[in-house]
């Protein structure tokens, strides 16, 4: 079944204790992202990555670190979490030239 | 910057009643927009892209440069389509492109 996933689905953490939300989809795809969504803020876009070992900034990457060594995955990396990184984190991902972007269940993380 | 306004975080109608979301945008270059939507726990999933022009679920929106705006319209609203709405712009950078989103709208269609 062609899909994106998210591990883990839900996580409890405390400040600055490092932490990293993989992302992993099946269907081949170049164009990769993560967002976060927040009450009233909408979803905004933390980092993309338009493929392997291409990676940029969106709208909200500080406190954010990504990586894509392989086309299939693309971990988020907190180094030092914040409570104000409490939020609900969706990856997604899409053909290039093909703008449908495929969702992820999301993960919800609460930093203590 | 926030390049895309959906200006009503809560619409309410009445089933069989028409809905219009509203869209504006702010972008320099040629725009390209879609809707996405998030019904009660699912993920988010595109609705229509002006691209194609189609029609989905009952759902249009038409791309008006003159007044920067997509909204999303739909002539006889259902209760299956409460959901959260999201208008989004595609954004040239330079090493490729990122979508911009907005805020949503939660359309609620009641009985």
């Known amino acids: 079944e062609a899909q994106v996933t998210q591990n883990p689905r839900y996580l409890i953490t405390v400040t600055g204790k490092k932490l990293t939300v993989t992302c992993s989809q099946n269907?081949?795809?170049?164009?990769m992202s993560w967002y976060r969504q927040d009450p009233g803020l909408g979803l905004r876009q933390i980092y993309y990555?338009?493929?392997?070992?291409?990676?940029d900034k969106g709208d909200v990457p500080e406190g954010y670190k990504v990586s894509r060594k392989e086309k299939r995955n693309f971990p988020l990396i907190l180094e030092s979490p914040s409570p104000n990184q409490t939020s609900l984190y969706f990856c997604?991902?899409?053909?290039?030239?093909?703008?449908?972007?495929?969702f992820g269940p999301g993960t919800r993380l609460l930093v203590l | 910057a926030q390049r895309v306004t959906q200006p009503e975080k809560l619409l309410s109608v009445f089933k069989g009643a028409p809905v219009e979301l509203k869209c504006n945008y702010s972008?320099?270059?040629?725009?390209?927009l879609f809707w996405y939507v998030q019904y009660s726990r699912q993920r988010l999933q595109l609705l229509l892209r002006?691209?194609s022009r189609e029609s989905i679920k009952g759902f249009t929106a038409d791309l008006n440069k003159g007044e920067t705006s997509f909204h999303l319209k739909k002539p006889f609203a259902q209760e299956e389509d409460s959901a959260m709405y999201y208008c989004?712009?595609?954004?040239?950078?330079?090493?490729?492109?990122?979508?911009?989103f907005g805020k949503g709208t939660s359309l609620l269609v009641t009985p």
């Open positions: 989004a712009l595609r954004v040239n950078s330079n090493s490729g492109y990122a979508l911009n």
């Open positions: 972008y320099s270059g040629s725009p390209e």
């Open positions: 997604a991902s899409s053909l290039i030239g093909k703008e449908t972007q495929y």
């Open positions: 002006h691209i």
């Open positions: 990555s338009m493929n392997v070992e291409v990676t």
């Open positions: 269907m081949n795809h170049e164009y």
